[in-house]
């Protein structure tokens, strides 16, 4: 392999081995892939503190000779105080191994070039005692240095005096270290009033103290993991790079980062930091969602009044941090977050609904401006569109969280999806335009589209010879509210029927419509593996509850599991090895497979959707009962007809259009459903070895948990089901 010089003196871009970052020369790669690997080459000779970078030694040194001359002349007591004095103690006691930034979002989406080169600035300037910063760097977000100003400032609560509590304009306004503050980074609050003392007298101190010590050891968390300016851009720049794409709630080319709410902002980088290779990120993202969920948790009556420029309603950015910060808890490794987010979850429907989000998510085309509008014109109005996506999104992901959530915790779903009134979000293209005048063009060719979620539910589930799906261009955002909005029912169906709950049948024909509705839609390749890898898992629990399958499992072999949170009992009776034996296990083998398949298929920088840890381990749960029921070799067909998969004998044979299957008598795939042995030759079926198979899950799961955390207690459970199959 060429050495990084020779490939540098031929002119070729350089690429990171771990983020794939572009770079024309060699030390500028080198030194990024350093904030990587964690090497630090340069030791300070005062104190033997170790840096990446020489320019960050040297100023480091500089503040050695700086400290060395103002023992000599102390300053006037004016210029420092107190609080002044423990922000800049803690930024020169940061880490100062700033790794420069040689890159800018593109800005013409049509070219296949990631990044664009940035030339390397270093400022060698002293660091300015008043303001406490060193900017020599640049940053993405430049107001990511305010950012980090105002989550490290302890001048709120941490020196105020008993008997006082830091709410500025009376209790229901209390917001610790002013993290819900929404116009302004510099604006603490100062206004603190005295509580007047009286009977209340000692409550009044026990409380206020308590406050102080729940801000002060909060943010010390913070601090004690070295969060400097840089990290915080670097997360947000990531956030938007590689989880939006995925889990398109926030509108790239409109955000504004002084019009967000911090707690907003902390969770968005909290999710950000799980893509970042250094082994302390992970603790540094959960340091800042302690943050924010502190905040949101005992401020949420202020943050439900906040409005944006734009937010068509009150207490968007507050649905929206919950949101975000609900999705990194629901999958974080530590145990305590997850349980965190199974017990709140709920929160974000009812303070859609307390706000009036769902009576106003409608962006009226009447008013569009003309091509020759004033850009001004053109910009307001391209902001107001994209604040109300926005919000209709952050509604429709609360369902897609919803189902994650239920799914962990083996509880319901917290609201009824089949009742969502809301319409279909934009067309991914419209919603990723970066001007106004793109936006204009792509949203005057967009045709109108006047249907709900609810209408296309009953589409699904209208009697057999009255109609199907209707046509419509879903994206796949909207293809995932409709895979929750249907699993939501499997789970209600999983213990018999209930009443207004659709047959099992029904449910059957629902997903292969929703099936077909994935392959005909013009989505792209990577996008439909990830709608299929859910709809895979959705039919596997349809054939059988693998959460089920997992409690039984550990609880007949004593294995203990901190996946699947909840008290939900095992089913009585139920036969492992029998059960292996059954149509509806040969079903749920079948999309296990293909659930493994597709992970195995998704590119690089989309292998990380939300639902990827909890499918691969429904499908491992399955390889691992049919391994331990001795059927560790499986004689699967080479190409499987779905339809066939999904029906029975007893369904009916009425399907409108071409989901009826009119092979099902004699498929390779209705055979091997019913338990027959297939053909040996290669043409009609193929053998796995499933003991091997998860052998290779391993792997994934050691992959997903760097993203997400939860896949780790996943693969200790998978780990101790494979020890048994040996």
């Not at 209390?174 to 980074?185: E, G, I, Q, V």
């Not at 007047?196 to 103290?209: E, I, R, T």
């Not at 799906?469 to 293809?479: C, D, K, N, V």
Request: aromatic share 8%.
């Amino acid at each position: 392999m060429a050495s990084i010089e020779s490939v540098a003196n031929t002119g070729k871009k350089l690429e990171c081995r771990f983020c794939q970052r572009i770079y024309s020369k060699a030390e500028h790669l080198t030194r990024h892939e350093r904030s990587h690997t964690g090497v630090r080459p340069f030791t300070c000779k005062e104190c033997n503190r170790a840096f990446s970078r020489q320019d960050s030694l040297a100023r480091h040194e500089k503040l050695h000779l700086r400290r060395e001359s103002m023992k000599c002349a102390s300053p006037p007591s004016s210029i420092y105080t107190p609080a002044k004095s423990n922000a800049l103690q803690h930024l020169l006691a940061a880490d100062e191994d700033i790794e420069s930034h040689n890159y800018v979002p593109p800005t013409d989406h049509s070219t296949s070039q990631t990044w664009h080169e940035q030339s390397y600035q270093v400022e060698s300037d002293m660091m300015d005692m008043h303001c406490a910063t060193d900017l020599d760097f640049q940053l993405i977000w430049p107001d990511s240095e305010e950012l980090f100003q105002s989550i490290m400032s302890t001048d709120t609560t941490t020196h105020m005096p008993v008997g006082t509590l830091p709410f500025p304009q009376g209790l229901d306004q209390f917001t610790p270290t002013s993290l819900d503050s929404p116009t302004s980074f510099d604006d603490r609050g100062t206004a603190i009033k005295s509580i007047p003392n009286g009977g209340g007298h000692q409550a009044v101190h026990g409380v206020s103290k308590m406050i102080s010590n729940l801000s002060s050891s909060i943010t010390a968390e913070a601090e004690a993991t070295s969060i400097t300016s840089v990290f915080l851009d670097e997360c947000l720049h990531m956030f938007f790079v590689r989880f939006i794409p995925t889990f398109p709630v926030l509108h790239r080319s409109t955000f504004v980062f002084k019009e967000c709410t911090h707690p907003l902002l902390l969770n968005a980088i909290a999710i950000g930091s799980l893509y970042l290779g250094p082994k302390d990120a992970i603790a540094k993202g959960e340091a800042l969602w302690r943050l924010s969920h502190t905040a949101v948790a005992t401020s949420w009556q202020s943050l439900i009044t906040h409005r944006g420029p734009y937010d068509p309603c009150n207490g968007l950015q507050l649905v929206l941090a919950a949101l975000l910060g609900q999705v990194y808890a629901a999958l974080s490794k530590n145990r305590a977050l997850r349980t965190t987010s199974q017990i709140f979850h709920a929160l974000g429907f009812s303070w859609a609904r307390h706000c009036g989000m769902y009576d106003n998510d409608t962006f009226s085309l009447d008013g569009l401006p003309s091509l020759d509008a004033s850009p001004a014109e053109k910009d307001r109005q391209w902001k107001t569109w994209a604040a109300h996506e926005i919000q209709r999104r952050a509604l429709l992901a609360q369902y897609i969280l919803d189902g994650l959530v239920s799914s962990a915790s083996g509880n319901p779903t917290s609201t009824r999806h089949a009742a969502n009134q809301l319409g279909l979000p934009c067309d991914e293209s419209l919603f990723e335009a970066s001007t106004a005048d793109e936006w204009l063009i792509k949203m005057r060719s967009q045709p109108r589209q006047d249907v709900s979620f609810r209408n296309i539910f009953r589409s699904l589930f209208l009697p057999v010879d009255m109609g199907r799906l209707p046509e419509h261009t879903l994206t796949s955002f909207s293809l995932r509210v409709i895979l929750e909005g249907v699993q939501s029912l499997v789970s209600d169906s999983t213990d018999g029927p209930s009443i207004g709950v659709p047959t099992r049948s029904e449910i059957r024909r629902a997903l292969a419509q929703v099936h077909e509705s994935i392959t005909k839609n013009t989505i792209s390749t990577p996008e439909t593996l990830e709608a299929l890898l859910r709809w895979h898992s959705i039919c596997l629990d349809a054939a059988t509850d693998s959460s089920m399958l997992c409690r039984h499992l550990c609880a007949r072999y004593n294995i203990p599991q901190h996946v699947l949170g909840g008290n939900r009992g095992l089913k009585a009776g139920l036969d492992l090895v029998a059960w292996a034996k059954t149509e509806d296990a040969r079903r749920a083998l079948l999309h296990a497979v293909a659930i493994q398949d597709i992970v195995e298929q998704l590119p690089r920088g989309r292998a990380h959707v939300l639902h990827m840890p909890s499918s691969l381990f429904a499908a491992a749960t399955v390889y691992s009962v049919f391994s331990l029921a001795g059927h560790t070799t499986v004689n699967l067909p080479r190409v499987v007809d779905w339809k066939d998969a999904l029906f029975t004998e007893v369904d009916p044979c009425v399907i409108l259009g071409d989901l009826a299957g009119t092979s099902a008598g004699s498929s390779p795939t209705r055979r091997f459903v019913r338990g027959e042995q297939l053909s040996s030759s290669g043409y009609e079926s193929m053998t796995r070895n499933l003991l091997y198979e998860l052998n290779s899950m391993q792997k994934l799961f050691r992959c997903l948990s760097s993203q997400w955390g939860l896949a780790y207690d996943m693969e200790v459970v998978l780990n101790s089901w494979i020890s048994l199959s040996h």
